[in-house]
């Protein structure tokens, strides 16, 4: 066995950022810029105004109070999208929506609620102001957000919302990103059905296909869910020829030691064996390496393959402590392993055999200190263990036990990912 530090090392060194495609700027979401991003234009375009209100000259409102309001003679009206053909003028104003271009003549924008408007029923004439005004109150200026040949986003960059408004408002309807990395997942066993099937007697639905395709879709992949491979050597070779174009194929079962799991007999033969046991728990029957497989373009290539444990909490746990990160790398990500803290465990949680336990928790913060307490059975076949964890508390490979008060490390699971 080797430690999970060693195994992630391993799964690590064999991927790398993908190559880059241009891609519509929603479908960006979530992946990672391939280039540097400069504006072409400023933004906004042109001094607008920031609030509904009235374009004046800032000396016109000298002395103003709603005692002494000035009054200035209405000229025009321009909304958002419209640019005014009139110039604001000694003792006039025209009235402004908001994101509208301010017109010529006019410093500043008195709002709608320090005007007599209301007074007047809005219909063009006279207005009073009932403040006085600074030059360039609530006036945007052109360029203030981006100026035009900047660099607004550095290649790097992971796109979010926020990047997107702003790549949006630039013009731009495509962008050059790292491309997503496809994920083949083929679950083996007799003892398998797929969904919408009828299920016999001694048989499991095929939940781990999904569960770990849910997981790849979440975290930026492209799942390719292949079925599923039965107890032999010639039908598991055959699945997992359907899969040889991915960035990476994942199969759940078949790597334990009983006398079907075929699973690293295949891997051998097709490919090479890294490691196939990590000190954890649940997850040690997990095996790595790489199978051959060629290109699009015909070009020979090993591909990492990842062999999950066959049990549902087994294969989502390792899919969470090994396929997530490689798929980060694999993006162009900085930070491709979630970081963990320390909390305080209310439970006791034995650990018999010295390997790493990953305990599905609740962690809540309470009196500024982080509480963590396990979900209930912790059997590896207890998916609904996982339904309502947010994290996981890790119980060192050198402690024999921990009790209620005792601090360990817990990674979150429902935090951010950027």
């Known amino acids: 066995m080797i430690s999970v530090e060693e195994a992630l090392d391993k799964v690590l060194g064999y991927v790398t950022a993908l190559d880059t495609e241009e891609t519509p700027l929603l479908d960006a979401l979530g992946q990672v810029l391939a280039e540097d991003v400069s504006s072409d234009i400023d933004v906004p375009p042109l001094d607008n105004s920031a609030m509904d209100g009235y374009a004046v000259r800032s000396a016109d409102t000298a002395g103003a109070s709603p005692e002494s309001p000035r009054l200035l003679r209405v000229v025009d009206t321009v909304a958002a999208g419209s640019v005014s053909e009139c110039e604001v003028a000694a003792g006039t104003a025209i009235?402004?929506?908001?994101?509208?271009?301010?017109?010529?003549?006019?410093?500043?924008?008195?709002?709608?609620?320090?005007?007599?408007?209301?007074?007047?029923?809005?219909?063009?004439?006279?207005?009073g102001v009932l403040a006085e005004v600074a030059v360039g109150l609530n006036i945007?200026?052109?360029?203030?957000?981006?100026?035009?040949?900047?660099?607004?986003?550095?290649?790097?960059?992971?796109?979010s919302p926020p990047e997107v408004g702003l790549l949006a408002s630039l013009g731009r309807d495509r962008v050059r990103v790292i491309r997503r990395p496809v994920v083949a997942i083929l679950a083996t066993g007799d003892e398998l059905v797929d969904l919408g099937e009828p299920l016999g007697v001694g048989k499991i639905y095929n939940s781990n296909s999904y569960s770990v395709a849910a997981l790849v879709r979440r975290y930026g992949?492209?799942?390719?869910?292949?079925?599923?491979?039965?107890?032999?050597?010639?039908?598991?070779?055959?699945?997992?020829?359907?899969?040889?174009k991915a960035d990476m194929l994942v199969t759940s079962g078949g790597v334990s030691v009983g006398d079907y799991d075929v699973v690293k007999e295949v891997l051998a033969k097709q490919g090479e064996?890294?490691?196939?046991?990590?000190?954890?728990?649940?997850?040690?029957?997990?095996?790595?390496?790489?199978?051959?497989?060629?290109?699009?373009t015909g070009e020979v290539r090993n591909i990492p393959q990842v062999g999950l444990?066959?049990?549902?909490?087994?294969?989502?746990?390792?899919s969470e402590l090994f396929i997530r990160p490689a798929i980060r790398k694999m993006m162009g990500k900085a930070q491709v392993t979630r970081p963990t803290f320390e909390?305080?465990?209310?439970?006791?949680?034995?650990?018999?055999?010295?390997?790493?336990?990953?305990?599905?928790?609740?962690?809540?913060?309470?009196?500024?200190?982080?509480?963590?307490?396990?979900?209930?059975p912790q059997g590896s076949g207890i998916l609904t263990s996982l339904t309502v964890a947010n994290a996981l508390a890790i119980i060192p490979e050198d402690k024999v036990e921990v009790v209620p008060g005792d601090v360990v490390p817990v990674m979150m699971l429902d935090w951010g990912e950027d």
Request: proline share 6%; hydrophobic share 40%; charged share 25%.
């Open 221 to 244: 992949g492209i799942p390719e869910v292949l079925g599923i491979a039965r107890d032999s050597e010639d039908s598991l070779v055959a699945s997992l020829k359907r899969g040889l």
């Open 273 to 296: 064996i890294a490691f196939w046991s990590v000190r954890m728990k649940p997850g040690k029957p997990l095996a790595f390496g790489t199978i051959r497989g060629v290109s699009e």
């Open 95 to 127: 009235r402004i929506m908001t994101g509208a271009p301010v017109p010529r003549g006019a410093d500043s924008v008195v709002q709608f609620e320090d005007t007599d408007e209301a007074l007047r029923s809005g219909v063009a004439g006279e207005v």
């Open 140 to 159: 945007r200026r052109a360029g203030e957000d981006i100026g035009r040949g900047t660099t607004v986003l550095p290649k790097g960059t992971v796109v």
């Open 343 to 376: 909390a305080v465990v209310e439970d006791t949680v034995v650990n018999s055999d010295l390997r790493r336990i990953y305990a599905r928790a609740v962690v809540e913060k309470r009196g500024g200190q982080y509480y963590a307490r396990l979900t209930g």
């Open 309 to 318: 444990p066959g049990n549902p909490v087994s294969s989502m746990l390792t």
